[in-house]
T-cell receptor, first 115, second 113 residues
């Protein structure tokens, strides 16, 4: 079965500093990987995806993610954090079967950016 | 436009009530999803509709009844819910044949008294 793990419940970073939110994956076959962000009392917003191609994927709001096949990781990064980036972040992998496809989510990481 | 619209935004219901949640998208997506989410936890998949047919039911209690009247609409009918069913209910849709990005609605915050 496809799975992702987010090893950190919470990440704290100062505004202006670079941020990294970690994700590792376990899949059979080629991974379809996604990052979503959730602000309080809101739905999930798509940030970026990796399907194939360049290992560095650029997404919304200045975020990017690096796909590393040897380390089975897909870490989310941003060069300079903003207070408004504070939110709950989910890594996800697509799982496909005869029934169709679904997303398998990690446990989530709370990002707190302090001014 | 990547909008998924959910109504109502908030719902309070007693354990004997019957209510419905509604989800609508006009992106031409042929797969639609219902999720249940507790605070600070990942969404839990409940149901998946593909081409208006139920393709996944993740062993959800029968007090939750999904319905897909057409390719743009998804309903979740609620009856005799329990307090532990209080949660944020999220709808999502995706283009089955494309990049499979799921787009989520803002959710319905449900409280069962």
């Amino acid at each position: 079965a496809q799975s992702v793990a987010q090893p950190e419940d919470q990440v704290n970073v100062a505004e202006g500093n670079p941020l990294t939110v970690k994700c590792t994956y376990s899949v059979s076959g080629n991974p379809y990987l996604f990052w979503y962000v959730q602000y309080p009392n809101r739905g999930l917003q798509f940030l970026l995806k990796y399907i194939t191609g360049d290992n560095l994927v650029k997404g919304s709001y200045g975020f990017e993610a690096e796909f590393n096949k040897s380390q089975t990781s897909f870490h989310l990064k941003k060069p300079s954090a903003l207070v408004s980036d504070s939110a709950l972040y989910f890594c996800a992998v697509r799982d496909v079967g005869f029934w169709g496809n679904k997303l398998v989510f990690g446990a989530g990481t709370i990002l707190r950016v302090k001014s | 436009d990547t909008e998924v619209t959910q109504t109502p935004k908030h719902l309070v219901m007693g354990m004997t009530n019957k209510k419905s949640l509604k989800c609508e998208q006009h992106m031409g997506h042929r797969a639609m999803y219902w999720y249940k989410q507790k605070a600070k936890k990942p969404p839990e998949l409940m149901f998946v509709y593909s081409y208006e047919k139920l393709s996944i039911n993740e062993s959800v209690p029968s007090r939750f009844s999904p319905e897909c009247p057409n390719s743009s609409l998804l309903n979740l009918h609620l009856h005799a819910l329990q307090p532990e069913d209080s949660a944020l209910y999220l709808c999502a849709s995706t283009d089955i044949t494309g990049l499979n990005i799921q787009y989520f609605g803002a959710g319905t915050r449900l409280s069962v008294l």
